[in-house]
């Protein structure tokens, strides 16, 4: 898998880097239907009646040609595309933080938001621990420490194309090894930074392992992927990265 050079950020003589990538998308879990049968049978009659609106006027910015929406929308930092991309149907349609914000501004404000934000610290309310949450520098979202390895690799080797260096030793003649920042499990997966049969443990403790088309099951919940039969390895897969 090669990795961008624009993706590579240098500091203080180590090669730092920083892979994005659009956010792979977490499993739906879907809600519970809830249905109050004895309300029904007590007002068989009474049917639900959809509430007649006036469609909603676009707004302002809506309504300017797409070309000068793109030059506002340009001048926002990741903060604020995120914000305005949940207002409303066309914003999300329109709008993806990902791609428009500067690199630097997304690692930033994920930095700034693990720290920061209340919602993101750890909780030591009585006996009611809960760890806080961490950043990821691929997808460049905040999740829960159950999205990442206990153990993830702190740097990998690149061969001189620019590609991770796996399934053999590195060469230290052509391999150059980068250091890397932190990354969720679903995004160590879909970089080849996490391959098939590798066992992982989570900051929760849950224990994971990838099967052979890179889905992640729990174990021991899950040793044989329904999809490609793929078994869980008794003996966790040897490591190249460091």
């Known amino acids: 898998m090669t990795v961008p050079l624009s993706l590579r950020q240098g500091g203080g ?4 880097m920083v892979l994005a990538r659009m956010a792979t998308t977490a499993p739906r879990i879907r809600g519970r239907d809830v249905y109050d049968c004895s309300a029904a049978r007590s007002s068989p009659s009474k049917q639900p009646v959809a509430a007649w609106r006036r469609p909603a006027m676009p707004s302002l910015i809506e309504r300017l040609p797409n070309e000068l929406q793109r030059i506002v929308f340009s001048q926002l930092d990741y903060q604020s595309l995120i914000h305005l991309s949940t ?7 329109a709008i993806d933080p990902q791609t428009m914000a500067d690199g630097i501004d997304k690692v930033q404000f994920v930095m700034r938001a693990a720290k920061d934000f209340p919602q993101h610290r750890p909780s030591e309310k009585g006996h009611d621990y809960r760890p806080g ?8 979202r905040v999740r829960s420490p159950d ?5 993830q690799p702190q740097s990998a080797y690149v061969d001189a194309h620019g ?8 060469d230290m003649r052509t391999d150059r090894q980068v250091m890397l920042r932190r990354f969720c499990v679903d995004c160590g997966v879909a970089e080849g930074l996490h391959a098939p049969f590798d066992c992982l443990t989570t900051r929760t403790g849950k224990d ?10 729990s174990k ?5 992927c329904p999809d ?6 008794l003996r966790p897969r040897r490591k190249l990265l460091m």
């Open 208 to 217: 994971l392992w990838v099967c052979s088309c890179r889905q992640v099951w």
């Open 13 to 16: 003589g180590d090669d730092m």
């Open 133 to 140: 949450n961490f950043e990821c520098y691929v997808c460049f």
């Open 228 to 233: 490609c039969r793929g078994d869980c390895p």
């Open 87 to 93: 207002m409303n149907r066309y914003f999300h349609r």
């Open 163 to 170: 590609c991770l260096v796996r399934n053999r030793e590195p």
């Open 147 to 151: 999205h990442f390895d206990m153990l």
């Open 220 to 224: 021991p919940a899950c040793l044989r």
